[in-house]
């Protein structure tokens, strides 16, 4: 009868295996730890875009550090191998042969800084194995096999977190390199509307030259609020912000967790972020910024941005609607908008509600890994053809 046919179907439908997802092995230098490791974009990178994309397929990050250990970070699992050796002495440069047993299991590795020992002998590996390696560059290097020959063709995939960042390796043109962009979890980082605004000016970053962290307190007048979030990493620099700020109104706040951090986005006025191809010192940089994190944080807390006309913060924000664009090393520049801001806080507020729509709709975690996985499987298939 009828129930018979539709038990039989049940049956069938129970026999059949499930779909096997891809599993996914990133490999990042050092583990984002604001206790125990590093405290970089491309390390915070490396870990959510892993976090968020364990919750679709299975997934590993592979990382160093001086202790071996395993852990677990939701669905996520982090492998820390212990003990690494340094490349030449260079911290940001670990190895370890450990990995190749890790990268065992993987269907497909995702490595994060190219110019990386580690990332030149997954490449190999994996080829060697017949599947997909692919990268994502965030600015850093080291001594590598990559500074005598090129390996962009070592990796199936580069993936870039903007189109500058694509441009600038000189990739624009090739067929092989994608832009996933980067990703907010905007879950976090949301407006409170019962958090007490203390209209502050927000720069949340490294205290580095190239930040242009000393234009911004230039900028500043006396009766404005800069709150400056940031590890002092430059002594000298950082005794040069510390003179600028004198007789204003300069909060410096070094250390500082991601609970703490939210709420300063949401307390404040604005978010900035004013890099520069030239610092103070007459240093100059042709990658001040691949990204701008810290904008789109802001951003998702619906403040309005600012940055500098440089690299790929153009990317990020849409002048004249989720905030505004001026050009580098330019305090005048800096001060006329935050005295707009400043003195229209209606339309102020607009831009910051116009901000959070641009990262809901373009910048999200669970976007970048969609676009991850889809060129994962298009490698695969080309792997498997």
């Not at 600015?139 to 070592?154: E, H, N, Q």
């Not at 229209?344 to 901000?355: H, K, L, V, Y």
Request: with cysteine.
């Amino acid at each position: 009868g009828n129930g018979e046919a539709t038990s039989r179907a049940s049956d069938k439908m129970r026999a059949q295996p499930e779909p096997c997802l891809p599993r996914v092995v990133h490999i990042v230098p050092a583990l984002f730890d604001l206790n125990d490791g590093v405290v970089g974009g491309a390390e915070r990178y490396a870990l959510e875009l892993a976090r968020h994309m364990a919750q679709a397929t299975p997934t590993t990050l592979l990382t160093f550090g001086e202790q071996e250990r395993r852990e677990t970070l939701g669905q996520l699992k982090i492998h820390v191998l212990g003990n690494p050796w340094y490349v030449r002495g260079q911290r940001t440069n670990p190895f370890s042969l450990r990995m190749l047993h890790e990268l065992k299991n993987a269907d497909t590795v995702h490595c994060h800084q190219q110019h990386k020992v580690a990332s030149s002998v997954a490449a190999i590996a994996c080829r060697l194995t017949n599947r997909p390696v692919v990268v994502t560059s965030h600015g850093g290097g080291g001594w590598d096999i990559s500074a005598f020959i090129s390996t962009d063709r070592w990796f199936k995939a580069h993936l870039h977190v903007s189109e500058y960042s694509r441009r600038i390796f000189g990739q624009a043109k090739n067929n092989w390199a994608s832009v996933i962009l980067g990703g907010v979890d905007t879950k976090k980082f949301s407006p409170d509307q019962s958090v007490k605004a203390d209209g502050a000016i927000l720069f949340v970053g490294r205290l580095l030259p190239h930040k242009g962290v000393d234009d911004l307190i230039r900028a500043v007048t006396p009766a404005m609020r800069l709150k400056i979030i940031g590890r002092a990493e430059h002594p000298d620099y950082f005794e040069v912000l510390q003179g600028l700020a004198r007789e204003k109104q300069v909060e410096f706040v070094l250390d500082c967790d991601d609970e703490e951090l939210v709420m300063a986005y949401r307390r404040a006025m604005c978010i900035v972020l004013p890099s520069v191809y030239k610092t103070i010192y007459g240093e100059e940089t042709r990658v001040p910024e691949l990204l701008g994190q810290t904008l789109l944080e802001g951003m998702s807390c619906g403040l309005p941005a600012m940055c500098t006309d440089a690299a790929s913060m153009p990317e990020i924000v849409n002048d004249g609607a989720t905030g505004f664009i001026v050009p580098p090393n330019d305090p005048e520049a800096l001060r006329e908008k935050l005295t707009w801001l400043t003195n229209n806080p209606t339309q102020s507020q607009a831009m910051g509600e116009a901000a959070r729509r641009r990262v809901v709709e373009n910048f999200t975690w669970p976007m970048v890994v969609e676009r991850c996985l889809r060129i994962y499987a298009d490698k695969s298939n080309a792997h498997s053809a």
